[in-house]
């Protein structure tokens, strides 16, 4: 079955360290990545997608996004956190061209320690 | 309007009763979603709808749940004879067409229910 894993359900780094959340997903083919941030109480905010070309997809608040086929893995990495980046992450797939629903991972949530 | 809307933010409703959420998308986007949002279970598909055609049900986890849009805009997710399972958040995004190439979905800010 198609799916998309988020290994970490919770993550705390210290402000001003680096990023990294990790997304597999499990697909033939190559979907459409996106991920997603939520936070409290917010509907969920579009960080970056990615589509097609370039794996390095830059997204917006500083975040990045690297697609590797080879591991099936779409990361995304901030190189210094801030505290206003706690929230939670969802890593999505898209699959089947026009097929319209996003399918989700069970979200990161990440905790920034001052 | 300016963002995707739904309405009640929040609703507590007795077992058993019927509820109905209502979901306002950004005006001319002609695909519209609802998925929900359960503890610790992340993002869960519902349903959508594109255009004049006909939705894709797929999600809907029983036959307790349905949804219409009326006129191609307002939609209501109607959830008959709930129960305490069906408590979540319901989220609805809309887009301006299906979700491929460059289309972005835009997500309102949920409706809580909480089944008692």
């Known amino acids: 079955a198609q799916s998309v894993t988020q290994p970490d359900i919770h993550i705390t780094v210290s402000e001003g360290a680096s990023l990294e959340l990790r997304c597999n997903y499990s697909y033939g083919a190559t979907p459409y990545l996106f991920w997603y941030v939520q936070s409290p109480g917010q509907g969920l905010q579009l960080l970056l997608k990615y589509f097609s070309g370039d794996t390095l997809v830059q997204g917006i608040k500083g975040f990045e996004a690297e697609f590797k086929r080879s591991q099936s893995s779409f990361n995304l990495r901030k190189p210094s956190v801030h505290w206003s980046d706690a929230a939670e992450y969802f890593c999505a797939a898209l699959v089947g061209g026009s097929q319209g629903n996003l399918i989700f991972g069970k979200g990161t949530k990440l905790s920034v320690k001052p | 309007g300016a963002g995707v809307s739904q309405s009640p933010s929040n609703k507590v409703t007795e077992k058993g009763k019927d509820v109905e959420l209502r979901c306002d998308p950004i005006s001319g986007h002609t695909a519209l979603y609802w998925y929900r949002q359960s503890l610790g279970q992340g993002l869960e598909f519902l349903i959508y709808?594109?255009?004049?055609?006909?939705?894709?049900k797929s999600g809907l986890p029983s036959d307790r749940f349905s949804a219409e849009r009326t006129g191609g805009s307002v939609s209501t997710l109607t959830i008959q004879r709930t129960q305490q399972e069906d408590s979540a958040v319901y989220l609805c995004?809309?887009?301006?067409?299906?979700?491929?190439?460059?289309?972005?979905?835009?997500f309102g800010q949920g409706t809580r229910l909480t089944v008692v």
């Open positions: 995004a809309s887009s301006l067409y299906l979700i491929q190439g460059n289309t972005e979905a835009f």
């Open positions: 709808f594109q255009g004049n055609s006909a939705p894709d």
